[in-house]
């Protein structure tokens, strides 16, 4: 029985029906999880349709004239939004039909002896099941600050967020990673007047510091107003209006938006289900798991967001696979937890993968680096697409590589190559014996390492 259906839970379900295995996955929303239905997917249409309403204002730079000025009429961007996660939802449901996964609608609870108590809350009744193997996927949800209070309407969440239906005139956003950031990106383009602030020093934190700038100053072109060292102490709502006292180095700043976006974060979905009963023990707030990703007590399992591992979609799917399929008696290769790809959606894309440079050198490896600008990329010129680089870092005793940070236009497209290159401990001079295709965005990965080591052609 796998408890949540999420990119870790029906994937586990799959794949261990696959294998051979009568499997049930109990759900308590909808099919697919946060990811495919209020995260991961529907933010990618809204992106989308940010990007061509974007591409249309900037037509004339391709020689297109319009008729007419375009309009972005932001009801019917999340429509599309909605009707995408619908489609992709019935398709996680027809996946699990066509493998025979027993789907049970209902609010699950661990019990002792490997029992999983379903509350239906349509018709009021408690069943219980007992499986050989319970593995939790129950995913997050969004982090609230105790001075934020999500009331979904002035303060919101991302779910919120993705289903606005009137444009807010302005909007102040709290936290520049990946779900704040593209929030920011898709309402800054379609005309709200944005300001986003961050904590830390630099925007998207986690990445490498020559990313956060380049995504910053884009983010300034766009008329974006970003404030880093800075955090929002309260906010109090005044005739429809939030005002916002932001405090920064200088000082408090008050600042008046129509809506605040809480983007600080999510937080795991392990209330009231049951780990204290089955003496299923914690570590930092999260479930405590061995290399089979099995908690401390027999037959009880916890992937995802769940765990103290990097809380992202394809995490969850790839330890669904390995759990799973250890516990059918496979020996699955292991998760390499220092070669998880990274993700985020802005414009331009960020991607990256491993240690960066300021990461490395603190590990105390002595480094190559290598940068390939966008700038001197003929696929890119030609796009009208020239912000952006492809920076790597080479351990200098091995030549091999230890971390890529990519940002710029189908980055998040180019980024396996160099996670391929750390998982598979692929040295410098191999990747520079592939033939890469010319011209695409993806030969700036082998020009960046070519840079490395001094034998960069077109830098």
Same mark, same amino acid.
């Given at each position: ?35 495919? $239905? ?34 972005? %009429?932001? %009801? ?20 699990? $039909? ?12 661990? #019990? ?46 991302? #779910? ?55 995504? $910053? ?27 916002? $006292? ?43 798991? %061995? ?26 799917? #790839? ?75 080479? %351990? ?64």
């Amino acid at each position: 029985i796998i408890i949540g259906s999420g990119p870790g839970g029906y994937v586990a379900a799959i794949r261990s029906a696959q294998l051979g295995l009568k499997t049930a996955v109990v759900e308590k929303a909808e099919l697919g999880g946060v990811c495919l $239905n209020w995260g991961c997917i529907p933010t990618k249409s809204l992106l989308k349709s940010a990007s061509v309403y974007h591409e249309c204002l900037q037509a004339q730079q391709y020689g297109i004239q319009w008729a007419s000025t375009p309009v972005a %009429d932001i %009801d019917a961007m999340v429509t599309r939004s909605r009707g995408i996660a619908e489609t992709m939802n019935k398709g996680v449901e027809f996946l699990l $039909n066509k493998n025979k996964v027993t789907i049970i609608k209902g609010a699950a609870k661990l #019990r002792p002896s490997k029992v999983v108590e379903v509350s239906n809350t349509d018709t009021q009744q408690v069943s219980c099941y007992n499986a050989n193997h319970i593995i939790v996927a129950t995913g997050a949800r969004a982090r609230q600050l105790p001075n934020l209070p999500i009331d979904g309407k002035k303060i919101i969440g991302y #779910r919120e967020a993705l289903t606005l239906r009137t444009k807010p005139e302005t909007m102040l956003i709290v936290g520049s990673g990946a779900i704040g950031s593209e929030f920011a990106q898709f309402y800054q383009t379609i005309g709200t007047k944005v300001t986003l602030v961050e904590y830390l020093p630099n925007i998207v934190p986690l990445e490498d510091t020559d990313v956060s700038a380049l995504l $910053n100053r884009s983010f300034r072109k766009l008329g974006m107003k970003v404030m880093t060292d800075a955090a929002v102490e309260s906010v109090t709502i005044e005739n429809e209006q939030c005002q916002c $006292n932001v405090k920064t180095k200088k000082g408090t700043e008050v600042i008046t938006v129509d809506v605040v976006l809480s983007a600080a974060g999510v937080t795991p979905n392990l209330e009231e289900i049951g780990l204290e009963e089955c003496g299923i023990a914690l570590e930092k707030g999260k479930i405590k798991v %061995d290399d089979n990703y099995q908690t401390n007590q027999l037959g009880y399992y916890a992937i995802g967001d769940s765990i103290l591992t990097p809380a992202l979609a394809h995490v969850a799917s #790839r330890e669904a696979m390995v759990c799973v399929e250890k516990i059918a008696g496979l020996t699955p290769h292991p998760i390499n937890y220092n070669a998880i790809p990274s993700c985020i959606y802005t414009t331009p894309e960020i991607a990256s993968v491993g240690l960066s440079e300021q990461k490395a050198i603190s590990a105390g490896y002595e480094v190559k680096v290598g940068k390939f600008p966008y700038t001197a990329s003929g696929k890119a010129t030609a796009s009208g697409n020239r912000d952006g680089f492809v920076k790597v870092v080479f %351990d200098a005793a091995t030549n091999m590589l230890l971390g890529c940070s990519m940002v710029g236009e189908h980055t998040t497209e180019m980024l396996t190559e160099a996670t391929m290159a750390i998982e598979r401990k692929v040295s410098a001079h191999e990747i520079l014996s592939i033939v890469h295709p010319h011209p695409t965005m993806s030969e700036g990965f082998m020009e960046a390492v070519a840079a490395a080591y001094n034998e960069a052609i077109h830098v």
